[in-house]
């Protein structure tokens, strides 16, 4: 059911740095709601279960399987911790609540979710079948910020089932207002300028006048000066912002600063070598998420992990996967692959995105005049496959495309040749939980046509560039790619349920006349075939703008054709006119990025950044690098150079968004095995990982809860609870492999 917003948030305009400012005592009327996500709408975050009850979202509610045999009420219970209450204020505490079967009784309780546990408020009532809504007040006796709302299950010989929704504590005092610390005003890129690239920087400032800076060595000498240009309120933060260009200053260096304003930036370097390391820890990244594997701490200390889902219990395994009831009738082999994200799930036009862009990394390095194949080369991952002879780019996207090829319909059966969409968890789980001990039921969910086309567009492509290494690899994936696209064209409108959303992300797109485009253009480049250049040249995308705002991702792949068809040798004709619209979208987000003071390519409609919006501002990058790789024009060149700045650092939240670059960086990215924030004994995130960014929408609780009426960029926060912004995942670590591949290549 949807939250109740009880709470009116006033929010005023933003002063320098500051995010949000509410009244120090909001008006009477309001009632401040205590607990987050009492609706459980799309997931059970921040709630607990203890280890022997396994719940999960069903129906709107979040119901849970309660085991018999336990003694006391609390040796099964659910709850929420980090509940605040006040003493003397006075709380209404209500729910919604059901049992199966009938008169099963639960203790409700508000009390310390510490030691001594004691209880504040209680109740016990016997639940019936269809629910009942219950409401109570109480007052506290105590001041805590360690309060509980807890749900006391055990002591019943028989296993049962608990649901409950609308879980709601009203009273008390507002929760405390969240304010990023956002550190100097002068914001830069905290890891590295190229000497013979752009260099700019923004100051948050209340001035409006010009303002001289200093670019100050690490012995804090002064080396080059000037004033700053005054560039009003920025839309995309809020602030009163100016810019500084000392990009006339081409000097190596490391540990300088910008000073102006009274404030001194994070330091940073100027090194034409500075992005070779980002380019292999932005691809590092896919080993440690790699399924049915062992990672080992010989390739990756600190990151040693047991095989995740292969046939081991506590794991289900995906060696034999069925599919949802009623989906089809048999079962498929589809262990390996990447996991998506923070979750366990696999999910084929994710995966294959992602893929085609590690792929098209590798395909620009042999075209373009700056690539540099030997970059990507045998032993530059450090990966099981290191010493084959075979690029481990190449391998490493391999790993994904055999699971890719795995969730292909068999020959025999009903839409034999589509892919099956996804294939994850019956339910959500929680975290942490590494992959080798998730305990669910893993389903494959049904084929789309998406599923398929994507799936035929990377495997088409991934023809061409194996085929120097493996020519049987090559030959099978072609196959699959030509089984694939004839499944499509015979079932052109099987789409992805919205609602299927239960235990893994739906991915669900209604149009897929890009798709079409995008598979028949990697066909068609790597054979050559008139049918294929017949649906290119015929599909009403291949004239049409499809360089939005957003840039390109899973659901938009119209972007992606157009820049192989514009890149990758062909005999396409007009493909000139396809090279001149990817120079045309590259000048409006070159044109985008000369307007904004933070310097990126990025300026979504309404200001609403959307989830995701660090690889979406990377692939606007993509496409003006693109258009620099096609003309040789420095304007590009140095555009695409330029929007790296933000996402390390030049932004209105002062950080870096890659693990282990810049001196304050996201090392907390929602992930079940990265969760040292939840675990000490596990790791953050391995450095190059990157978070997904500001999301207008803050889709979950813990961002809502501190971010409600955030202003676009500052709409993140580096919590692992955050999934709507702060989650890592495989298409975005993708769109950063491939522009620091780029950035790299000009040093
Ligand atoms: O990246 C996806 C974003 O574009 C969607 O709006 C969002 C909601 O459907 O899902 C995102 O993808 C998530 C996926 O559904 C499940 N694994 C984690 C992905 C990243 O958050």
């Keep these: 059911m949807k939250r109740r917003r009880t709470t009116l948030l006033a929010v005023a305009a933003l002063a320098a740095g500051a995010l949000v400012s509410v009244p120090a005592h909001p008006a009477a009327a309001d009632e401040i709601e205590q607990v987050e996500n009492g609706s459980f709408d799309t997931s059970s975050a921040p709630w607990w279960t203890t280890a022997n009850v396994t719940a999960g979202l069903s129906g709107g509610q979040w119901c849970a399987d309660v085991p018999g045999g336990t003694v006391n009420r609390w ?39 510490v030691s001594p546990y004691d209880t504040y408020y209680e109740v016990s009532p016997a639940l019936s079948v269809a629910g009942d809504t219950y409401s109570y007040t109480f007052t506290s006796p105590v001041d805590t910020k360690q309060g509980q709302v807890g749900f006391q299950l055990g002591g019943s010989a028989d296993p049962w089932r608990f649901c409950v929704d609308d879980v709601s504590l009203l009273g008390g005092v507002p929760p405390e207002v969240y304010e990023p610390d956002t550190g100097p005003r002068v914001r830069v890129n905290q890891v590295a300028y190229l000497p013979a690239g752009p260099k700019n920087a923004t100051l948050v400032t209340e001035s409006t006048e010009p303002l001289p800076w200093q670019l100050q060595n690490a012995g804090g000498t002064t080396v080059a000066e000037g004033r700053t240009v005054p560039r009003g309120v920025d839309a995309s933060s ?35 070598r500075a992005y070779d390391g980002l380019r292999a820890d932005a691809l590092k990244y896919y080993y440690t998420q790699r399924s049915g594997i062992e990672i080992l701490d010989s390739l990756r200390p ?80 450090t990966i099981p496959e290191s010493g084959n002879k075979v690029p481990d780019v190449l391998d490493e996207a391999r790993w994904e495309l055999e699971f890719l090829l795995k969730m292909q319909v068999p020959a025999d059966e009903p ?141 938009r792949t119209a972007a992606p054709a157009r820049l192989d068809l514009a890149t990758v040798p062909s005999r396409l004709p007009g493909r000139d006119k396809v090279r001149k619209s990817v120079t045309e979208a590259a000048d409006s987000y070159l044109a985008t990025l000369d307007a904004h003071p933070y310097g990126l390519p990025y300026a979504p409609a309404d200001n609403t950044y959307d989830w995701g919006s660090n690889a979406q501002i990377l692939n606007n990058a993509v496409v003006v690098a693109t258009a620099y790789d096609i003309t040789g024009r420095s304007a590009y060149r140095d555009g695409a150079v330029q929007s790296m700045d933000y996402v390390l650092g030049r932004n209105a939240l002062n950080q870096s968004y890659v693990t282990g670059y810049g001196e304050v960086a996201s090392r907390n990215q929602h992930s079940r095995w990265y969760a040292h924030e939840l675990d000490p004994a596990l790791p953050n995130p391995p450095r190059g990982t990157l978070a997904g960014g500001a999301n207008s929408s803050i889709q979950d609780p813990y961002a809502q809860g501190k971010l409600t009426g955030c202003v676009g960029q500052f709409c993140y926060i580096d919590d692992i609870q955050s999934w709507s912004t702060n989650e890592t995942a495989i298409n975005w670590n993708a769109a950063l492999a491939r522009l620091s591949a780029f950035v790299a290549d000009q040093g």
């Design 302 to 381: 600190g990151y040693a992990r047991a095989a995740g889902h292969t046939d081991v219990a506590p794991n289900q395994g995906d060696g034999n996967v069925p599919c949802q009831p009623g989906v089809c009738d048999y079962s498929l082999d589809v262990t390996g692959g990447w996991y998506d994200a923070g979750d366990h799930g696999k999910y084929v036009v994710n995966g294959s995105i992602a893929t085609w862009e590690l792929l098209s990394t590798y395909e620009r390095a042999l075209h373009a005049r700056t690539g540099h194949p030997a970059a990507l080369g045998d032993g530059s991952l």
């Design 238 to 272: 809020g602030q009163n912002v100016q810019t500084i260009d000392f990009g006339s200053y081409r000097k190596r260096g490391s540990d300088l600063t910008l000073v102006a304003d009274g404030e001194t930036s994070r330091p940073f370097d100027i090194d034409p």
């Design 75 to 113: 040796d099964a219970a659910v709850g929420q911790n980090d509940i605040t209450l006040v003493k003397g204020e006075s709380y209404r505490f209500s729910f919604t609540a059901s049992g199966v079967p009938a008169d099963h009784v639960v203790r409700a309780i508000v009390g310390l979710s």
């Design 415 to 555: 839409l034999a040749g589509m892919a099956h969409h996804k294939i994850h968890d019956e339910q959500w789980t929680g975290l942490p939980l590494l992959p080798s001990q998730d305990p669910q039921k893993r389903e494959l969910h049904p084929p789309t046509t998406q599923a398929t086309l994507n799936l035929a567009a990377t495997a088409a492509q991934a023809a061409r560039l194996y085929k120097p290494y493996d020519r049987a690899f090559a030959a099978r994936a072609l196959k699959a790619a030509r089984t694939a696209w004839a499944a499509a064209l015979a079932h052109p409108e099987v789409y992805a349920s919205a609602a299927d959303a239960t235990g893994g992300g739906a991915y669900n797109d209604t149009d897929a006349r890009d798709e079409f485009y995008w598979a028949a253009a990697e066909l068609y480049l790597t054979t050559g075939e008139q049918e294929f250049a017949g649906h290119v040249l015929g599909s009403p995308v291949h004239t049409a703008d499809v360089f939005g705002d957003l840039g390109f991702d899973w659901a």
